[in-house]
């Protein structure tokens, strides 16, 4: 339908309007009479979805007397909606961590046919839960307050009352401030466990960075002597199962401990465990009745032996035990 403005006569006479479109079906024209305040027609036959047609009116007296045509107007006829395109997510942007409270800002979806668009905001989890729609011309918006510690995804579309666009998404992790990690898990050696000498390989489970923001843990063990004398900080390494750092220390009893950092000041520090470096065990006198006494292992007539067999592993273990006593005893001296 086209519309003009109705118009007055100098002479006060009644003015009809004569409408004009050039269209893909030719030059149409049609004379109607004055509405109250403006003339309009209805186009016929119908214009061609896709076509460009101008058009102009023309005001004539009862006399025939026509006045000049007004100023051509050109339009496109678009008989089917076209959605929107879809709008940009400025913030928060994809994959980034904020702190609350948080703003998301738009780049709005654009109408081709030049309509009113307004935006409407929800959350996948995994379905669209809807939070608020954004009016014509706004673009910015406060969220709600969200759970700390969380990956959200928020979702946007435009609509222009007759169709949508495609929606587009974010997702973001709230984070408002450093959590540490949680405590590394002691695997090995067992909590008392008596080792062999040499080197002792200490395992354990890593710590997890509740955060997640980006950095991986340092894990170090520190071990000391039963009197808190430290004796070893080792950096610790992934092996098959976790962690792992090997230490070798002399024959005594050690807590051991182990540390995850996040780099940013927050540290899990596992509870400490204890465990105890033996002697290497002495040989076994296993001489046959049989063997030869000219055998290294053969005791002359007469003598007694070590006393080994006659002492026993009960023996040998409170050997130990003294040696350990004195050990401890000439560290705390010094």
Do not use: K
Not at 253 to 277: I, K, N, R
Request: with cysteine; charged share 20%.
């Amino acid at each position: 339908t086209l519309e003009a403005d109705r118009v007055e006569d100098p002479e006060g006479q009644d003015v009809s309007y004569t409408f004009t479109v050039e269209a893909a079906a030719g030059l149409l024209s049609e004379t109607v009479q004055p509405g109250v305040t403006t003339a309009a027609w209805t186009v016929d036959p119908p214009l061609l979805d896709g076509e460009v047609v101008c058009w102009s009116v023309v005001a004539v007296d009862t006399t025939g007397l026509a006045s000049a045509p007004s100023a051509p107007w050109c339009f496109a006829v678009d008989l089917t909606n076209e959605p929107p395109s879809s709008p940009r997510i400025v913030s928060p942007s994809d994959g980034e961590m904020l702190a609350q409270p948080i703003e998301l800002v738009l780049r709005p979806g654009i109408d081709p046919e030049g309509r009113a668009v307004t935006h409407r905001v929800a959350f996948e989890s995994p379905v669209v839960v809807d939070l608020f729609t954004l009016d014509a011309g706004v673009t910015d918006a406060a969220l709600p307050a969200l759970a700390e510690n969380t990956w959200y995804t928020i979702a946007v579309l435009a609509d222009d009352g007759a169709s949508t666009s495609p929606w587009t998404t974010s997702t973001f992790l709230v984070d408002s401030e450093n959590d540490p990690p949680t405590a590394p898990v002691l695997l090995t050696p067992l909590n008392g466990e008596t080792v062999p000498s040499g080197s002792v390989a200490l395992t354990l489970l890593a710590g997890v960075d509740v955060d997640d923001w980006g950095a991986a843990l340092a894990h170090n063990v520190v071990v000391a002597t039963s009197e808190g004398v430290e004796v070893a900080s080792i950096d610790a390494a992934a092996d098959a199962v976790g962690l792992r750092a090997e230490v070798t220390l002399p024959v005594g009893t050690y807590a051991w401990y182990a540390v995850a950092d996040d780099g940013l000041g927050g540290v899990g520090t596992s509870e400490a465990w204890t465990f105890t470096v033996g002697a290497a065990e002495a040989p076994v006198n296993d001489r046959d009745p049989g063997t030869p006494l000219d055998d290294p292992f053969a005791l002359d007539e007469g003598q007694t032996g070590c006393g080994c067999a006659a002492t026993g592993a009960g023996g040998m273990a409170s050997a130990v035990a003294v040696s350990l006593v004195l050990l401890m005893r000439r560290r705390t001296r010094r």
